[in-house]
């Protein structure tokens, strides 16, 4: 009996120091996972969506027409989660959309009537984004004689003297405000039968130039964008007046309380952005050899015309 309860204390103390034994041992932590940066976060983790995601967008219509805004609004779009309702139309009716209130950012290449705006209140933070140039084009045989001149003005007299075929646009925009300047500085105001005006968006003022075997006055980068379609080639170019020059305003909400004042700002800070920047300046290059604009971010105008 004596060997028996020694055995029976024995296998008790075993199973004692055995139940301790697994009571003291914690089951090991996981290793601890590296924390989670502001790039690696899942896509809804960081997208925000504004509290008004409606911009409306009033730009001339060489913006549109080189593709250029096919390419820019999309990459805005997807990293704002705003929305971009595009209005693309001559300057002076963009500039016009501004000035009452219809629009919430300006993007327009006519300097002399978007100062105005600035004076009045009516648009703030106007900024230079980008330029290219203006220049001459016309029909290969160039029955005016005016391939290789220097100056606009001087080939401006000279289809003005042979009554050549020369199609405006007409319609209040960027480009047709400077084809009037030119013809200012030439000292002449175009009329007759050869002066045809189109009122139309720079793509179709070139198809109806190429029909009538005349000229026109165009931004480089729409001629460049719409070569294919149609039969004109680069008759004058390279003056300084034919300079082209595009600013962003962003509509003043102190003056028109509906304006998207957030979603005007954030898109204008995109085309200045270094990606927006980027963007611009390298558009156009591998499918024209060329860039068709020149990024301008943080410039001033002075800076591109020499002080003028």
Not at 117 to 141: S, Y
Not at 168 to 191: F, M, N, Q, V, Y
Not at 221 to 237: S, W
Not at 258 to 282: C, M, P, R, Y
Request: proline fraction near 5%; aromatic fraction near 6%; charge should be neutral.
């Amino acid at each position: 009996m004596k060997w028996i309860r020694s055995s029976v204390a024995l296998l008790a103390l075993l199973a004692l120091l055995a139940g301790c034994g697994t009571a003291s041992k914690t089951p090991e932590a996981p290793p601890a996972e590296p924390p989670i940066t502001e790039q690696q976060k899942p896509a809804e983790q960081t997208s925000h969506k504004p509290s008004n995601p409606d911009i409306i967008l009033a730009t001339t219509t060489s913006t549109q027409d080189s593709g250029l805004l096919d390419v820019l609004i999309p990459m805005f779009e997807k990293q704002s989660g705003y929305k971009v309702k595009t209005v693309a139309v001559g300057t002076g009716a963009a500039l016009a959309m501004g000035e009452k209130g219809e629009a919430d950012v300006l993007l327009v290449h006519a300097p002399s009537s978007e100062k105005p705006l600035v004076e009045k209140g009516f648009t703030i933070n106007r900024r230079l984004i980008m330029h290219n140039d203006f220049v001459i084009v016309g029909p290969a045989t160039d029955p005016a004689k005016v391939k290789g001149i220097k100056t606009a003005a001087e080939a401006l007299k000279k289809l003005n003297d042979a009554k050549a075929n020369f199609v405006s646009r007409g319609d209040d925009s960027g480009t047709h405000k400077k084809e009037l300047e030119l013809w200012k500085s030439a000292g002449i105001t175009p009329e007759g039968g050869w002066y045809i005006k189109a009122g139309t968006g720079m793509g179709q003022t070139l198809t109806v130039a190429s029909e009538k075997e005349g000229y026109t006055l165009t931004d480089r980068a729409t001629y460049l964008a719409q070569k294919n379609n149609i039969k004109l080639e680069i008759a004058v170019e390279g003056d300084g007046p034919l300079l082209n020059i595009y600013h962003v305003m962003e509509v003043n909400q102190a003056k028109f309380e509906k304006v998207n004042a957030d979603g005007a700002k954030a898109f204008a800070d995109f085309l200045l952005s270094k990606e927006g920047q980027e963007t611009i300046k390298n558009y156009g290059v591998d499918k024209y050899g060329q860039s068709l604009f020149f990024a301008d971010g943080g410039k001033v105008e002075t800076d591109l015309t020499g002080g003028k």
